[in-house]
């Protein structure tokens, strides 16, 4: 093989073959970098030609979101029942009136075509803010007048009512069945004609109104002959305090000018208001129509903008798959170039790799005998030269650590034996202090003990201190509580006392209500008498005698049941005070032993007290002995640490001259795996 490699030799280096593979494909970068950016150019262009054909649209739709945003104001205005709310629906008008405006001067500057279009949107757009405006306007009028109208029409109703009482009132009053009669006779047409003018008006409709007027308008003669009818059977029960002409005409009349159309009255109010309303919805249905109109033109700019938006990403897309078809022409030469160029230049290292590899393959195997025997003038040269003197240097090396490895055996011995035998000192030591460690331990926690005892006691007797504190004070709010509720009950008896007093004043009242009971019984039986005497006239006077006989009777039943329920509650009101008594006399002597409980607490808590003094003594005493403990054996602890250092580190001295003597061991092994 060393023959072959001399023979054969290399025109370029290893080096300049590999600057030359990387010179052609920076070549082959540049040539698909300058494809990449004439397609990037391209794609550029179109996406600048395709984002002012976006704009256009964004501004289109954004027109058409503000034309939809000002309908629905006015929707909601139109639908708005207090008048007082429409100055906000005028104020959010204005305000999407001039963004629609700037919007649509905006689309006029980047839509170069349809003029036609723009010139009728330019006029539009005054157009639907004027009608707007108006409507908002008969709409705010026609919500103030719907108060108006519908307390005339409550009144109208209530003068219906009025004369229909009035005739009956009459009718009662006369007490005669021809008046009665005439009376029924016109109050039935009267309401068929009120029936017949508030259905139309629940309607709500100006044909509805049309018919129910012509209806009424034929019918109101007829009702002004039957009216003539009463008041001529009402003349024969004429007196100087009564005028049926009057208090039944001219309310009549009054409905009649109400009822007139066209006129002043409420049926004419409502009628104008009913008008106004229809002109109004048909304003809105022009409005609509305007609107539509607007929105048709809005939908053509729209679409206009969408194919100019598909035209320009159908260009975007051919331009993309151009690029895209360069840049994979370029990848495909970049590639088969490299190939060619790595084919090459493998085959030109296979050969100087074969003879360094050899010589490094008998360098793993430990034979530093021989040398690498390619000798070229190029960089795997080089590289061969540089193992000869690796093999050199590690014979050298191999040698010096032999010796090295001797002497570091002998010195470890010598140091394994001077550890075994501190340790054996330190374990002594160690076991003394550990046994004075534990006789400490114990003192302490038998100082700790006695110490946590003596604070136990120390906080308990201060807990029956306070306890008994909170008993002292409870015993002084008891006497005080108990001294009020004494007076209390001193109280209620004088309360209890009264309500007896008022109580006897109310018996004496129901004998009076019961006296007046039996004289209207009485006066009511007279009166019956007297009405069955005067037969059939006086039927109705009867009836209403016995409800008055009826009335007395259950008045004096109830007095009676009333006069009972008094009784009962004076002997309940007596049992009270008797218990109230009794229940004072045992409140002075549940106070009196209070009293005496109040100064045995004061004892106690003197007591208390004094044992508590003792307790914190003892516990502060029974402390000051803890810490000196503690401190004897943190010393000991200290002692027992330094002395557990001690040990580590002859434990450490020791384990390091064991694994020096293991080290010089394994280092004379390795040197006896190389063959030099």
């Known amino acids: 093989m060393s023959a072959k490699t001399r023979s054969t030799p290399f025109r370029l280096g290893f080096l300049a073959r590999l600057y030359l593979l990387i010179a052609a494909l920076v070549a082959l970068l540049m040539l698909v970098a300058g494809t990449s950016l004439v397609a990037i150019g391209r794609l550029q262009g179109n996406a600048e030609q395709i984002s002012a054909t976006a704009s256009r649209l964004l501004l289109s739709e954004s027109f058409f979101s503000a034309l939809q945003s000002l309908t629905q104001n006015l929707s909601d205005a139109l639908a708005e029942d207090r008048p007082d709310q429409l100055d906000g629906y005028v104020g959010r008008h204005r305000t999407l009136q001039a963004q629609a405006l700037e919007l649509f001067a905006q689309l006029e500057r980047v839509t170069p075509a349809h003029a036609e279009t723009k010139q009728r949107l330019a006029a539009l ?9 108006a409507l908002i306007d008969a709409q705010r009028d026609l919500l103030a007048r719907v108060g108006h109208n519908a307390v005339a029409l409550r009144d109208l109703q209530l003068q219906f009512s009025r004369l229909k009482q009035d005739l009956l009132q009459a009718q009662f009053v006369t007490g005669d069945e021809l008046v009665a009669y005439s009376i029924k006779q016109f109050i039935i ?15 709500s409709s100006i044909k509805a109104l049309d018919e129910a007027g012509a209806q009424i308008a034929q019918r109101l003669p007829a009702l002004q002959k039957k009216l003539d009818n009463v008041l001529l059977d009402l003349e024969p029960h004429q ?3 009564t005028d049926y002409a009057h208090s039944l005409q001219a309310p009549f009349a009054a409905i009649e000018q109400q009822l007139a159309v066209p006129g002043n009255g409420a049926v004419a109010q409502y009628y104008a208001w009913l008008s106004d309303q229809q002109a109004n919805r048909e304003q809105k249905r022009q409005l609509g129509r305007l609107q539509r109109q607007a929105r048709e033109d809005i939908g053509t700019l729209i679409a206009s903008a969408q194919q100019a938006s598909d035209r320009q990403l159908g260009l975007a897309a051919q331009t993309y798959r151009q690029g895209v078809a360069g840049l994979l022409a370029m990848a495909g030469l970049s590639i088969a170039v490299a190939l060619a160029m790595g084919l090459w230049l493998g085959r030109t290292m296979r050969m100087a790799l074969a003879a360094v590899s050899g010589s490094l393959r008998h360098l793993a195997d430990g034979d530093l005998r021989g040398g690498c025997e390619y000798q070229r003038a190029d960089e795997f040269g080089r590289v061969g030269d540089w193992v000869n003197r690796v093999a050199g240097s590690l014979r050298d090396a191999l040698a010096q650590l032999g010796r090295n490895a001797d002497e570091q055996d002998q010195i470890a011995r010598r140091n394994a034996q001077a550890c075994s035998q501190a340790r054996a000192g330190l374990e002594k030591q160690r076991s003394s202090i550990g046994a004075l460690a534990v006789s400490l331990a114990e003192l302490e926690t038998s100082f700790g003990e006695v110490a946590q005892h003596a604070g136990e006691t120390a906080t308990r007797v201060g807990s029956v201190e306070a306890l008994t504190l909170q008993g002292s004070q409870r015993m002084a709010a008891t006497r005080i509580g108990t001294q009020a509720l004494a007076e209390q009950l001193e109280t209620s008896v004088a309360e209890i006392a009264n309500v007896e007093a008022v109580s006897e004043q109310i018996g004496q009242i129901l004998d009076v209500i019961r006296a007046i009971a039996e004289q209207t019984n009485l006066l009511a039986l007279n009166a019956a008498i007297e009405a069955a005497r005067a037969g059939d006239q006086g039927r109705g006077f009867a009836v209403v005698a016995d409800e008055v006989r009826g009335l007395a009777r259950r008045t004096a039943q109830s007095t009676g049941e009333i006069q009972q329920r008094i009784e009962r509650l004076a002997q309940g009101i007596g049992a009270a005070v008797r218990s109230v008594e009794a229940s004072r006399a045992q409140m002075q002597g549940t106070l009196d032993q209070v009293g005496q409980a109040d100064r045995l607490m004061q004892e106690i808590r ?9 307790s914190r003594e003892i516990d502060s005493a029974t402390g000051q002995q803890r810490l000196a403990a503690e401190e004897v054996s943190r010393g000991m602890h200290a002692i027992d640490a330094a002395a557990e250092l001690h040990m ?21 092994a390795l040197c006896a795996r190389y063959r030099t």
């Open 239 to 241: 007196d100087s305090r």
């Open 606 to 614: 003197s007591q208390v007290e004094h044992i508590a003094a003792m």
């Open 189 to 203: 047409p009267l309401e068929q004609v009120e029936a017949l003018l508030f259905d139309a008006i629940g309607v």
């Open 648 to 668: 580590d580190s002859v434990v450490a001295i020791s384990d390091s001259s064991e694994r020096q003597a293991r080290m010089s061991a394994e280092q004379q």
């Open 125 to 133: 757009l005054p157009e639907l803010d004027r009608r707007s405006l």
